[in-house]
């Protein structure tokens, strides 16, 4: 299975720069700008898995790193098809000056990784921006089921790094699980309207752990143009970007810790605690920004299968100065054996007196 889990591009016109900003509700309704003045993102490298990002466009300037292209082995700073650059725009766009669409993590770089149709393509561009700095990857795509992609997912998770999954539109139809989101080590993100309501075309379940904005939502196009769309692909960009806030306000928080954080300062809706609807809740930014942050030892560390089934994995390594288990054997078979001699020579020595 394929599915391009939108922006679904309603509108592909060009519009002005200077009345685009006005159309981003989202920025009021989650106080952005109020989460701004305490970090904007610098230092953080967000990866788009994605149809790659229009590096060219006036408001992503300056954002776009040179990425990888799994297939024709370019860059990735190239899109025909406006998917991916809807994500980075909403992630991390520049604007220009007081116009143009602004970014939820306006200082954030991104790294572009594409294609992301393909379990094995995927898989490799997630491997790849795991190993090339990305601290958080956006994976606003659905995909089939696969040993591989699940290898790099849990790996990527390993290496410490937030993944972000669009949790699907396919709404009260959906029924199959859809993969990367319903992968464990993903934080899925369902979409809500102006009101903070679930969408119709939010798929629910397990896989759903916050929800976002992801509804009406321009953002950067092909060209210089913006483009209008909705679905969880924006709501995931959404937290995205919220991640890479949170990566900036505290670099020493782990992965788990980062998801942890925007979960837990969530708002809840729905059913009271965690539903299959909206999750933990509607994301809530400056809560996860003044939050005070887990403690390092609230969240226990990922062990991936390698590290499970390694021999004498419990012990940290070689040098983790934990004792192996045959060594704990063999000392008590030693201390058995002298217990032995001891009465042995005690009983000799009472007899000879």
Do not use: C
Request: hydrophobic fraction near 45%; aromatic fraction near 4%; avoid cysteine.
């Amino acid at each position: 299975m394929v599915a391009a889990l939108a922006v679904v591009l309603v509108s592909a016109s060009p519009a002005r720069a200077d009345t685009i900003r006005d159309r981003e509700w989202w920025m009021g309704a989650l106080n952005v700008a109020q989460a701004q003045r305490i970090t904007k993102g610098a230092g953080v490298t967000v990866a788009v898995v994605d149809s790659g990002v229009n590096a060219g466009h006036p408001d992503l300037k300056g954002a776009v790193l040179a990425g990888r292209d799994t297939v024709d082995g370019k860059d990735g700073r190239s899109d025909t098809d406006g998917h991916g650059t809807a994500m980075a725009g909403i992630i991390a766009a520049r604007g220009r000056g007081g116009s143009g669409i602004l970014g939820i993590a306006p200082e954030a770089k991104i790294l572009p990784v594409r294609p992301s149709n393909d379990t094995t393509f995927a898989a490799e561009g997630i491997r790849w921006a795991a190993a090339h700095g990305a601290k958080v990857i956006n994976m606003s795509f659905a995909i089939g089921d696969s040993d591989n992609l699940h290898a790099a997912i849990r790996e990527a998770a390993a290496a410490d790094v937030v993944l972000v999954g669009a949790a699907g539109n396919s709404g009260d139809k959906g029924n199959d699980a859809e993969y990367p989101v319903s992968y464990p080590e993903v934080l899925g993100v369902g979409a809500v309207d102006r009101k903070g309501k679930v969408l119709p075309f939010s798929q629910h379940g397990p896989q759903v752990d916050i929800v976002a904005p992801g509804i009406d939502m321009p953002t950067a196009g092909l060209g210089d143009n913006y483009r209008t769309g909705w679905g969880t692909s924006n709501a995931a960009a959404v937290v995205s970007g919220a991640a890479a806030l949170v990566r900036a306000r505290h670099p020493d928080l782990t992965a788990a810790q980062v998801v942890e954080l925007l979960t837990a300062t969530a708002t809840d809706k729905g059913d009271k605690g965690r539903d299959d609807y909206y999750g933990s809740g509607e994301l809530n930014l400056v809560a996860a920004l003044t939050a005070p942050p887990p403690q390092p030892s609230a969240v226990a560390p990922r062990v991936t299968d390698a590290q499970a089934a390694a021999p004498g994995s419990a012990s940290g390594g070689d040098g983790g100065g934990a004792i192996p288990p045959l060594a704990i054997v063999a000392a008590g078979f030693v201390l058995l054996a002298g217990t032995v001699l001891v009465l042995i020579v005690a009983v000799r020595r009472s007899g000879a007196g």
